[in-house]
């Protein structure tokens, strides 16, 4: 069974075959390509949690892949 909250997808055990396992993923795009992240992790993550910090990650990938900065540049911003 697959549960989207938001922008995050989370998958449970019995869809991928291995019970008692969860997958909470986001797609991130960037100016070239899609990506995907995800977090694995038991059925009782607390989802809430693992969905802020997936949308965060995606927003500054975003974001940094939108400024087209070069590396050295975003660690001076932080």
């Known amino acids: 069974m697959q549960q989207k909250t938001g922008k995050s997808v989370i998958t449970f055990g019995q869809d991928i075959g291995i019970e008692g396992i969860s997958v909470a993923s ?3 795009e960037t100016e070239q390509n ?3 992240i995800a977090i ?3 059925n009782r993550m607390e989802y809430g949690k693992i969905k802020g ?3 965060i990650l995606k927003e ?3 974001k ?3 400024l087209n900065l070069p ?3 975003i660690n001076k911003e932080s």
């Open 26 to 28: 986001t797609l991130i």
């Open 34 to 36: 899609k990506h995907q």
């Open 40 to 42: 694995v992790g038991p």
């Open 53 to 55: 910090l997936l949308n």
């Open 60 to 62: 500054q990938v975003e």
């Open 64 to 66: 940094i892949d939108h």
């Open 71 to 73: 590396l050295e540049e």
